[in-house]
């Protein structure tokens, strides 16, 4: 783990995974983020004892001190380390945001594949299983 970063984890052949890497990067002045795509084994280890089933589910991230966030909450890890949206987490952290932040999020989420491009073509590593139709 990188002393003093934030983990987060995501899925490096998701289209919006990879717009809100490039998108959020840039506010990252202090470089306080470190993305790592778990399709990756050696990431994936690191992300012990998450799977790929709970990392593709919600998207995880790992503080420095090393705790885990995922979903909504991981979003707020972020937010609170960049210096321009850091004013943004308190307001997400009341209700209603509590409240429909999650719901929003699982549904962008389970449907990242459809909405923001078709997945990655099946690999030895069996990733396309992750987004087929049937669960």
């Known amino acids: 783990m990188s002393k003093n970063k934030i983990e987060v984890y995501t899925d490096g052949g998701c289209n919006l995974c990879r717009w809100t890497r490039a998108h959020v990067e840039p506010y990252d002045r202090g470089h306080r983020i470190e993305w790592l795509d778990y399709n990756d084994p050696a990431i994936l280890r690191r992300a012990s004892p998450h799977t790929r089933e709970d990392l593709a589910r919600e998207m995880h991230a790992r503080t420095p001190a090393g705790r885990w966030a995922k979903g909504t909450r991981r979003g707020l890890r972020v ?7 850091r004013w943004l987490a308190p307001i997400l952290s009341i ?9 929003f999020y699982r549904w962008v989420a389970g449907h990242r594949y459809t909405l923001f491009g078709v997945p990655p073509p099946c690999d030895e590593t069996g990733a396309c299983r992750l987004h087929s139709s049937e669960k």
């Open 79 to 85: 937010i609170r380390v960049l210096p321009r949206w």
């Open 95 to 103: 209700w209603p945001f509590t409240r429909l932040g999650p719901v």
